[in-house]
Each structure stands twice: as structure tokens, then as C-alpha cells.
Nanobody, 119 residues
Framework: QVQLVESGGGLVQAGGSLRVSCTAS????????MGWFRQAPGKEREFVAG????????YYADSVKGRFTISRDNAKNTVYLQMNSLKPEDTAVYFC????????????WGQGTQVTVSS
């Protein structure tokens, strides 16, 4: 089992940058593929970015490719999402997730952190 706690959300103007973090506790962090998902009001939760156990492979939704970067530090049990060139449509609650097998099918979720991009 793993517990996930996100931090770093907030309010930013369009075109700005923000980094959200997720720190894990419990089972060995390097045993998990990690991902970020988001959910905007009235919409379904969607995949944003994923990273494999050792950080060698990353995956992105088309909507954020080239603007967002996912990374992890296994020594700090932390995964990051660096978000640049933010748009109002990026406004959502961002969730950290951990998966044993497939990053798009998580086994555990964090509680979420709000990111709001003003126009």
C-alpha cells in the first residue's frame, strides 16, 4: 500500500508556470509507476502524464505535450509535474496516482491539489 500527498497547486496567470509535487509513503516508491491525472468541473478525470518506475520512460496526453514535464526522484519518494505555458483550460484538480502494472490504471490516488489558471 502507498499513501500519496500532493502539494504545490495554486493560482497562476495564463502563460505562467507551476510545479506540483507528490510525496509517497508506505511501500517502496520505486516499485510504482507514477502518474498525474486531472479533473475539471463537470468533466471526467483524465490522464495527464506518466513515468515508469525508474524514470526512464515518460508519457503525456496530447493536450499537454511540450508544455508539461513529469519527473521523479526515487531517493525522495517524490514525483513532480512541471507545468509551463499554462492555459485557462488547464484549470483542474490535479491528482497523483500510483500503479503497479499500467500507469493509466492506478491502484492508489492522492487527494488532489487545485490548479487555477486565470486568463
Amino acid at each position: 500500500q502507498v499513501q500519496l500527498v500532493e502539494s504545490g497547486g495554486g493560482l497562476v496567470q495564463a502563460g505562467g508556470s507551476l510545479r506540483v509535487s507528490c510525496t509517497a509513503s508506505g511501500r517502496t516508491f520505486s516499485a510504482w509507476h507514477m502518474g498525474w491525472f486531472r479533473q475539471a468541473p463537470g468533466k471526467e478525470r483524465e490522464f495527464v502524464a506518466g513515468i515508469n518506475k525508474n524514470g526512464a520512460s515518460t508519457y503525456y496526453a496530447d493536450s499537454v505535450k511540450g508544455r508539461f514535464t513529469i519527473s521523479r526522484d526515487n531517493a525522495k519518494n517524490t514525483v513532480y509535474l512541471q507545468m509551463n505555458s499554462l492555459k485557462p483550460e488547464d484549470t483542474a484538480v490535479y491528482f497523483c496516482a500510483a500503479a503497479i502494472l499500467v500507469v493509466t490504471k492506478p491502484n492508489y490516488w492522492g487527494q488532489g491539489t487545485q490548479v487555477t489558471v486565470s486568463s
